[in-house]
């Protein structure tokens, strides 16, 4: 009767675990990429000026949390500077800039015209 | 004769003007404000998480076979979460030959049921009011609300204390470079009185889509240019577009190094309304004060 308990709850245990590591991979904001977004390239990545442009907007709008090296603060304001970056797409990253993470505190910046997100993502891909 | 106020304690233009210096002078750094420059109606960009935002919106006007009058709303908007704004007004108005009153206050809060960007994007807004019914600062025109209203005396207009609660449904769109946003508004005073109704429609645009890469103040990229319509549409036994007011007010935004400057010409579209209501605003953003504080306090 014990055995058959601690049976149960150990399958439980493994069943609750796995949902909540499945609801983690899920909850990863880069998992729900859409393909075509994903296959996106930067359409102004030719343009020489792209990423002083870029270089600006992102002092505008994402240095106050990002931090002027983009190493973020350490705790909630995470470093732009890591493999996830840098091996994203262009379309990746456009994606993500615009829609945020709102539930773990990154803002939308679909208020940004879609040519500035892609001068942001031109600067993204020089600081790597 | 001016008469003050029996709240001129308080002196909300000293304390609007100690705000607005505030903005401009703080060693706190500012950023300029992203939002849209509409007055009245509201887009779906919330305050950023931890940011702090301070606006002023002047509204200037006229009642017909009545005197000018300005009337002052400062707004102190923080971002609590990506998903979450709230905001604190404090209003107050001057009119000619009358007397200078604190209105009251506002406490509202903005929320994003949905946590991706979509085609249309709601946003649920929730607001408590305590004014009393000389407020002329025309944040949402709702039910019969005319320049009738505006005419009347503030002596008069000062002791109807309106305790009420407005929610809007927000839907906004970020489409190419033009942002489009519908609000759809229903306030009830809590005094026994009905619902009542109205709606404010705008649309913006930066003149440039391109960033130009150089820190510039004049570039086509610093100004958003737009304009918004509202009115409003009766309470719940009338529901009507008639007997209330209704304007259309092209908006410019432009974005300086410490704030926002924005302009709008209001044009009254039936008798009910005023002939213009001129609006200014000014606003500016604290990023980060939480983290500013705690670094630069000590209290870490």
Same mark, same amino acid.
């Given at each position: ?65 990002? @931090? ?14 890591? #493999? ?20 773990? *505190?990154? $803002? ?21 | ?18 705000? /607005? ?26 305050? #950023?998480? *931890? ?59 903005? /929320? ?9 994007? $709601? ?12 407020? @002329?600062?025309?944040? #949402? ?39 489009? !946003? ?28 391109? *960033? ?8 086509? #990229?610093?100004?958003?240019? *737009? ?9 719940? !036994? ?54 500013? /504080? ?7």
């Amino acid at each position: 009767m014990i055995a058959r308990n601690s049976r149960t709850l150990g399958l439980l245990f493994l069943f609750i675990s796995a949902a909540l590591l499945l609801g983690a991979a899920s909850s990863s904001p880069w998992a729900k990429i859409p393909a075509k977004d994903h296959a996106r390239t930067n359409p102004l990545a030719s343009r020489p000026d792209s990423t002083s442009a870029g270089a600006l907007i992102y002092k505008e709008n994402c240095e106050q949390c990002h @931090k002027a090296d983009a190493m973020g603060d350490g705790h909630k304001k995470p470093s732009l500077r890591t #493999e996830r970056i840098k091996s994203a797409t262009d379309g990746d990253l456009e994606w993500f800039i615009r829609q945020g993470d709102l539930s773990h *505190g990154m $803002p939308s910046w679909s208020r940004l015209p879609e040519a500035q997100r892609w001068q942001l993502v031109a600067y993204l891909r020089s600081i790597q | 004769m001016v008469r003050s106020s029996c709240y001129s304690g308080l002196n909300l233009g000293r304390f609007s003007s100690a705000l /607005f210096l505030f903005a401009l002078i703080t060693p706190l750094p500012t950023l300029h404000s992203q939002e849209k420059p509409y007055f009245v109606t509201y887009s779906h960009d919330l305050e #950023e998480p *931890g940011n702090l935002e301070i606006e002023t919106k002047t509204a200037l006007g006229r009642p017909a076979g009545s005197t000018h009058y300005g009337a002052l709303a400062t707004e102190i908007e923080y971002g609590v979460t990506g998903w979450w704004t709230s905001e604190l007004y404090l209003d107050g108005q001057a009119t000619g030959q009358e007397s200078t009153l604190f209105t009251g206050s506002r406490f509202e809060n903005r /929320f994003r049921p949905l946590m991706r960007e979509h085609w249309i994007n $709601p946003v649920i807004y929730v607001e408590f009011e305590n004014i009393t019914g000389a407020d @002329k600062n025309m944040l #949402e025109v709702v039910g019969h609300d005319g320049q009738g209203d505006l005419a009347e005396p503030n002596d008069d207009t000062r002791q109807e204390h309106e305790h009420e609660a407005e929610l809007k449904l927000i839907l906004s769109s970020n489409l190419k470079a033009w942002n489009i !946003s519908e609000n759809f508004i229903a306030e009830k005073n809590l005094g026994h009185e009905p619902w009542e109704f109205g709606y404010a429609l705008g649309a913006a645009r930066p003149l440039r889509t391109l *960033g130009s890469g150089k820190p510039c103040i004049f570039c086509l #990229e610093k100004f958003t240019a *737009g304009a918004e319509m509202y009115g409003g549409l009766g309470d719940v !036994s009338s529901l009507t577009l008639g007997d209330t007011s209704h304007y259309l007010a092209p908006v410019v935004g432009w974005q300086l190094p410490r704030g926002r400057l924005s302009f709008s010409t209001g044009f009254g579209l039936n008798s009910a309304s005023l002939d213009r209501v001129y609006r200014i605003g000014w606003a500016s953003e604290l990023p980060q004060i939480g983290t500013w /504080f705690r670094q630069n306090g000590g209290t870490r």
